[in-house]
């Protein structure tokens, strides 16, 4: 073989050797690229908490009363709660549609007691709807209080007071107080009627026979 045969062989190798190495390269760096992290992929990530409230109450309070329709303006309007022993207001349970959704300012002698007790003045629409949801027909009502406050809270056992307030004829109101209390037994109690204004027991009776029974949570 020619000398010249020899360099230009030798000069093929060299250049096959050298585009080989580059091949192997790429195909190096190719094969890794999936380790580097990519800054501007933007990834969603959630952590979801499930919580369930294990609160137990210590039961229920059913609250009793007759309810009658006086055909008369000015009249007609009812609000119950309840109040802790020492007159802590804790929850309303009811309250006509009227009074609670405004009427209060044009009227402010018909559930005086109940709107100062409450801070209704205050109220959400969500409170006001719960509230006043359903109108009460004449007849025998029964109220549920599940021994929660108004924030969702169960009470402790005690001693917890329940009122009725009606209001009989503008000024004229009767306001019916009972205690009642919650532990690891049954009871009943019957509430007492307080007539607002000297006229009002004379007038037409609204609401009678109210009482309340506690059932404890089995």
Known sequence: MKKSEIK?????????????????KKSNNLSNSSSIPNNNVKTNESTSYSSSSSEQTPGSV????????????????????????????????????????????????????????SGWKNATKNE???VSGATQNPGNINLTWDCKDEKGAAVKPGKYIYIVEGNIYWGSRVLYKGDIEIGNSENTSNAK????????????????????EFTPKK
């Open 8 to 24: 230009t062989l030798a000069l093929s190798i060299g250049m096959l050797v050298f585009l080989s190495g580059c091949s192997i």
């Open 62 to 117: 059913k609250i009793k009363y007759n309810l009658n329709y006086i055909r008369k303006l000015a009249s007609n309007q009812v609000a119950v709660w309840i109040e802790d022993s020492q007159g802590n207001y804790i929850k309303s349970l009811y309250a006509s549609k009227y009074t609670a959704d405004g009427g209060y300012k044009q009227r402010p002698e018909a559930l005086t007691e109940w709107i100062s007790k």
């Open 128 to 130: 006001i709807d719960t």
């Open 193 to 212: 009627a307080n007539y607002i204004n000297k006229d009002s027991s004379n007038n037409d009776t609204l609401i009678k026979n109210v009482s309340a």
